[in-house]
């Protein structure tokens, strides 16, 4: 009978023992070090929006850290996913398996993230998704394993779709890049311009990534809608542009609706194409001061003005390391609850605050492209025109699908 | 409105013209990519980088030395074409008695080396040439707005293609290129310089991609991977037509435009594929293409 209790009672102070060892070990860093996988397409057709420049402001984030949190050494490599989810999924696998990587940060095609996350969510490491736009990501697809940064298809949508219908484009025709961001953009625009009174009266979905947009261009023409709505990104939203202009499509009474454009974007096509095209971005390097200070920063070191993608990576990495050196602890759980904890507000977010679906909602902003004579510089692209506010900007929870919230 | 398989008349009339510029792009790369594997047995994976190098000469061209359109037409080729022989005299030249396969890697490596470069100085964006003033705007044609520009690349293709199809096919400097080949110590004896000659058909296709790169310009952001997105769709069109196929490159090149032209219509998902399951159904039916010769 001792010897039944006895026994017990040590594998009950064994158990007792290896649980205390285990919060313990939560409350560390892992490997004494905070190893940060930067994941983006470096050279494709979404490389001038996030890619290098990202990388740089991720490093600038460690930097201005001081290089270390707690002692430990923050440490940062990186990949190219070159837009293709295997490539994607394989690369953060390896990741885990042989560097056990922290933090995912960057990720832009959505079809890679949504890979990705898959892979996080199995291992249990946090993602921070700055370059994605597909909405379902904190959507359909949430998971306690990742955060969604910047801007996705349902502000964009709320915000450009919205105010074009109100200034009369009450009839539109889509452009759709075939694949999860362009259907999710697309959903999201229809919805909003029906609900504002529009319609959609017809579509085509093009493959992704298209040169030569002139076939479609010409069927947007004889579909007689007012608007022309480009549910793609990048290199296929500027070649849309660039042969929209090209096939006098403004001349001849139509209007262009650029539902995810880029700053890089607007620079490459130059005001000449863009002048007065509306768009809805999550943040303009020339906003305000606080803007203007980081950027000029970033600015000495890349020589272009950071995208609002590149500065959500610095800023959501701040977060994190902050997150990290006040919990003590790089474990995903710990650190996402902190961060849901503290609001944002730093040169990027305003009124910011992470949701449970992994959503990071601030203020979002309706823009539109100046003309040549009205720009004073290289940069000087956008002139804000409305606030759209935090709140009202993103898909409310009460509408969530996400098996995170309680409806 | 008259009705085409639930299109209306004017929107597939349009698509057909749209096509055919789009051909006359593939048939000028093709008939490069023909006339360097008809001539010289290469399988030049470096054409598409050629194509972008031409377009870039273009823009740089006016950017920093301030060469005009007109000019860059006859140039960019000239300069593009200049440096194919460089690497024909350096590189390809070493590599001529082994299989094939061999001048295929090093001409895909150097393509690769050519557009990382680029990457790595211009990034992916791509920057904008302007349309050159003499060739701007447009003119509305019964069924369509067609751009004067497009309308002029369409013929100066049509021009050098069949130009090039003359020469090589009716001429006594044609007929020498075509011995060469085909038995060089024959005509070395007859006191032809065949390494020259062979030297200068490489330049000269090569100068045919960059030609196509100075169309493409005002049309397609420059940017480095221009051509590596073109390339695999001109080879497609090299196959169907018939490998070395002259008149075949430049005939299956228009007549895929089309075809390319009108799935965007009817199917557009399958608007990247459809080259390639012709081809497939090609090689299942005549393996030698089109206008090929059975082996």
Same mark, same amino acid.
Request: glycine share 12%; charged share 15%; aromatic share 10%.
């Given at each position: 009978m001792t010897f039944i209790k006895k026994t017990?009672?040590? &594998?009950?102070?064994?158990?007792?023992?290896?649980?205390?060892?285990?919060?313990?070990?939560?409350?560390?860093?892992?490997?004494?070090?905070?190893?940060?996988? $930067?994941?983006?397409?470096?050279? =494709?057709? $979404?490389?001038?929006?996030? =890619?290098?420049?990202?990388?740089?402001?991720?490093?600038?984030?460690?930097?201005?850290?001081?290089?270390?949190?707690n002692g430990a050494p923050i440490e940062i490599f &990186?990949?190219?996913?070159?837009?293709?989810?295997? +490539?994607?999924?394989?690369?953060?696998?390896?990741?885990?398996?042989?560097?056990?990587?922290?933090?995912?940060?960057?990720?832009?095609?959505?079809?890679?993230?949504?890979?990705?996350?898959?892979?996080?969510?199995?291992?249990?490491?946090?993602?921070?998704?700055?370059?994605?736009?597909?909405?379902?990501?904190?959507?359909?697809?949430?998971?306690?394993?990742?955060?969604?940064?910047?801007?996705?298809?349902?502000?964009?949508?709320?915000?450009?779709?919205?105010?074009?219908?109100?200034?009369?484009?009450?009839?539109?025709?889509?452009l759709t890049a075939d694949y999860a961001f362009g259907h999710a953009l697309e959903g999201d625009v229809t919805r909003v311009v029906e609900e504002s009174g529009g319609e959609v009266v017809g579509g085509v979905r093009h493959p992704f990534p298209t040169d030569d947009f002139s076939s479609y261009i010409l069927q947007a023409q004889g579909s007689g809608a007012k608007v022309i709505g480009l549910a793609n990104a990048g290199a296929d939203t500027v070649n849309a542009i660039n042969t929209a202009s090209q096939f006098g499509v403004v001349e001849a009474g139509q209007q262009l609706a650029g539902l995810l454009v880029? %700053?890089?974007?607007?620079?490459?096509?130059? %005001?000449?194409?863009?002048?007065?095209? %509306?768009?809805?971005?999550?943040? $303009?390097?020339?906003?305000?001061?606080? @803007? #203007?200070?980081?950027?000029? #920063?970033?600015?000495?070191?890349?020589? #272009?003005?950071?995208?609002?993608?590149?500065? =959500?990576?610095?800023s959501s990495t701040m977060h994190y390391l902050q997150a990290v050196e006040a919990t003590g602890s790089d474990d995903t759980a710990t650190v996402r609850k902190y961060m849901m904890e503290q609001p944002i507000n730093d040169f990027f977010a305003r009124n910011g605050r992470l949701r449970e679906d992994g959503r990071m909602v601030h203020d979002m902003y309706l823009a539109q492209v100046k003309s040549p004579a009205d720009s004073t510089g290289e940069w000087d692209l956008y002139e804000i025109l409305a606030t759209i506010p935090a709140e009202e900007a993103y898909r409310p929870l009460s509408e969530s699908q996400c098996n995170l919230v309680q409806n | 409105m008259m009705m085409i398989f639930g299109v209306p008349l004017a929107v597939f009339m349009g698509q057909l013209m749209l096509g055919l510029i789009n051909g006359a792009f593939y048939a000028l790369?093709?008939?490069?990519? @023909? !006339?360097?594997?008809?001539? *010289?047995?290469?399988?030049?994976?470096?054409?598409?980088?050629? $194509?972008?190098?031409?377009?870039?000469?273009?823009?740089?061209?006016?950017?920093?030395?301030?060469?005009?359109?007109?000019?860059?037409?006859?140039?960019?080729?000239?300069? !593009?074409?200049?440096?194919?022989?460089?690497?024909?005299?350096?590189?390809?030249?070493?590599?001529?008695?082994?299989?094939?396969?061999? =001048? *295929?890697?090093?001409?895909?490596?150097?393509?690769?080396?050519?557009?990382?470069?680029?990457v790595n100085f211009f990034g992916v964006s791509g920057a904008r040439y302007p349309t050159p003033e003499a060739l701007q705007g447009g003119f509305q044609t019964g069924f369509m707005f067609l751009p004067v520009y497009r309308a002029w690349v369409l013929l100066a293709a049509l021009v050098v293609c069949l130009g090039t199809w003359f020469i090589i096919e009716r001429t006594r400097l044609g007929a020498y290129l075509?011995?060469?080949?085909?038995?060089?110590?024959?005509?070395?004896?007859?006191? !032809?310089?065949?390494? %020259?000659?062979?030297?200068?058909?490489?330049?000269?296709?090569?100068?045919?991609?960059?030609?196509?790169? +100075?169309?493409?310009a005002p049309l397609y952001p420059v940017s480095p991977t221009m051509g590596s997105n073109l390339l695999i769709v001109v080879f497609a069109v090299v196959v169907i037509g018939?490998?070395?196929?002259?008149?075949?490159?430049? *005939?299956?090149?228009?007549?895929?435009? *089309?075809?390319?032209?009108?799935?965007?219509?009817?199917?557009?998902?399958?608007?990247?594929?459809?080259?390639?399951?012709?081809?497939?159904l090609v090689l299942m039916l005549r393996p030698a293409g089109l206008f090929g010769k059975e082996a």
């Open positions: 017990l009672a040590s &594998s009950i102070a064994i158990a007792a023992a290896t649980a205390l060892a285990a919060t313990t070990a939560q409350a560390e860093i892992s490997d004494g070090e905070v190893r940060i996988g $930067y994941l983006a397409d470096m050279s =494709g057709t $979404y490389r001038d929006l996030a =890619g290098p420049g990202g990388l740089e402001a991720l490093r600038m984030a460690v930097e201005d850290f001081g290089g270390s949190v &990186s990949a190219d996913d070159r837009n293709s989810a295997d +490539v994607g999924a394989n690369t953060v696998r390896e990741w885990v398996d042989t560097r056990n990587v922290d933090m995912v940060a960057g990720m832009v095609a959505s079809s890679v993230t949504i890979a990705v996350t898959n892979v996080l969510k199995e291992n249990d490491k946090l993602g921070i998704v700055s370059g994605s736009a597909a909405s379902s990501i904190t959507n359909e697809h949430c998971s306690p394993n990742h955060i969604h940064w910047v801007y996705d298809t349902y502000p964009l949508a709320n915000g450009t779709a919205w105010a074009v219908v109100q200034q009369g484009g009450d009839t539109w025709f889509m880029f %700053l890089n974007d607007v620079h490459a096509m130059g %005001l000449e194409t863009t002048q007065g095209l %509306l768009l809805t971005t999550g943040w $303009y390097w020339d906003m305000d001061e606080e @803007a #203007r200070a980081w950027a000029e #920063r970033y600015y000495e070191r890349m020589e #272009r003005m950071p995208t609002m993608v590149q500065a =959500g990576v610095y | 790369l093709s008939l490069g990519l @023909a !006339v360097i594997f008809g001539l *010289l047995k290469i399988v030049n994976f470096a054409h598409g980088a050629m $194509y972008m190098l031409g377009a870039f000469a273009t823009l740089l061209g006016m950017r920093y030395l301030g060469i005009n359109y007109w000019a860059a037409l006859l140039l960019a080729p000239l300069v !593009v074409g200049l440096f194919g022989m460089v690497i024909e005299r350096l590189m390809l030249r070493r590599i001529g008695h082994l299989d094939h396969l061999y =001048g *295929l890697l090093l001409t895909f490596g150097l393509a690769l080396i050519f557009e990382g470069t680029l075509r011995a060469g080949t085909e038995n060089p110590a024959l005509m070395q004896s007859f006191g !032809v310089n065949v390494p %020259l000659l062979i030297t200068l058909t490489y330049g000269f296709g090569v100068a045919l991609a960059a030609f196509a790169g +100075v169309l493409a018939g490998m070395g196929s002259i008149l075949g490159a430049i *005939l299956t090149g228009l007549g895929m435009g *089309l075809i390319e032209g009108l799935t965007k219509v009817y199917y557009p998902e399958a608007a990247n594929t459809v080259i390639f399951l012709v081809m497939i």
